[in-house]
């Protein structure tokens, strides 16, 4: 099953609206001043916690009982981040392209979800296609995407 979702993050504005055909259907929140990210998509609630001060790396946790399930491994040195779950599912997220508008989320053997920036200037706007059965899975893999992505952008910003 392939399912397309619009993602839209207005200028100075910390949160990024999930929406499939035009309704809201989640949302990423990055605080301010806090390293704590809220995800939410279709009532499933997750949180996404630094591991320490010093580090890059995230655990995932459903946000209604704090059970973890799964982590962030973020790769210093290119646009690149390999997620574990609990299950022993492994995904590898990753720039398709220089500007890196373009990322792919893939397990062993194929790509799950394709993410693609198709606006930035006063909004950031684009497209997450998830090729998913699990509805559960689905909308955690789609937090996952916008999540990573919005780090590395995050930290180029900070780079530059």
Request: hydrophobic residues 40%.
């Amino acid at each position: 099953m392939r399912n397309t979702f619009n993602y839209l993050k207005k200028a100075l504005n910390n949160k990024i609206d999930i929406l499939e055909r035009e309704s809201a259907v989640g949302y990423v929140q990055f605080e301010t001043l806090k390293t704590d990210v809220a995800g939410v998509f279709k009532q499933k609630k997750y949180l996404f916690k630094k591991k320490s001060f010093w580090s890059s790396n995230y655990d995932i946790y459903r946000e209604d009982n704090q059970q973890l399930i799964g982590e962030v491994i973020f790769s210093v040195w290119k646009g690149k981040a390999d997620i574990t779950l609990i299950n022993g599912e492994k995904f590898t997220m990753k720039a398709k392209n220089f500007w890196n508008t373009q990322w792919s989320l893939d397990d062993t053997n194929r790509e799950v979800i394709n993410f693609e920036q198709t606006k930035t200037f006063w909004t950031d706007e684009g497209t997450v296609t998830v090729t998913s059965n699990d509805n559960e899975k689905m909308g955690l893999l789609v937090l996952l995407s916008i999540f990573v992505n919005f780090v590395y952008r995050r930290r180029s910003a900070e780079a530059a």
